[in-house]
């Protein structure tokens, strides 16, 4: 627990992909997966079985803790996510390829 909260304190814990620049400037957290390494360099898309788009235009510190938990859960969780190639991107959001990534596990 020591670690993570050290991590936090440091922005050293990704709370995001992306975040847009209004986002940033208001932002206390702005460490972000795609800062810290992106496979898409490396020629793959990493995708999530479930997905973890918040998809809210409520601002994050009106969002309940519970939601929040259980968002940052999904999107650190190594068993939700799995990558196809770059040139296949588009296949990692359809949902038959996801239920047979699912079904493979």
Same mark, same amino acid.
């Given at each position: 627990m020591h670690d993570i909260k050290s991590m936090f304190a440091e922005d050293a814990i990704p709370v995001a992909m992306i975040q847009k620049t209004a986002e940033r400037a208001s932002a206390k957290q702005r460490?972000? $997966?795609s800062r810290q390494f992106s496979v898409n360099h490396h020629g793959w898309k990493l995708a999530? %079985? =479930? =997905? %973890?788009?918040l998809n809210e235009r409520t601002s994050i510190a009106e $969002? !309940? @803790?519970?939601? $929040?938990v259980s968002h940052f859960r999904? &999107? @650190? &969780? !190594?068993s939700n996510v799995f990558v196809v190639p770059l040139a296949w991107?588009? @296949? *990692?959001?359809v949902e038959p390829v996801i239920? *047979? %990534?699912v079904a493979s596990s």
């Open positions: 460490c972000t $997966l999530h %079985i =479930q =997905q %973890i788009g $969002l !309940p @803790m519970e939601r $929040l999904a &999107l @650190m &969780l !190594p991107a588009g @296949m *990692a959001e239920q *047979a %990534i």
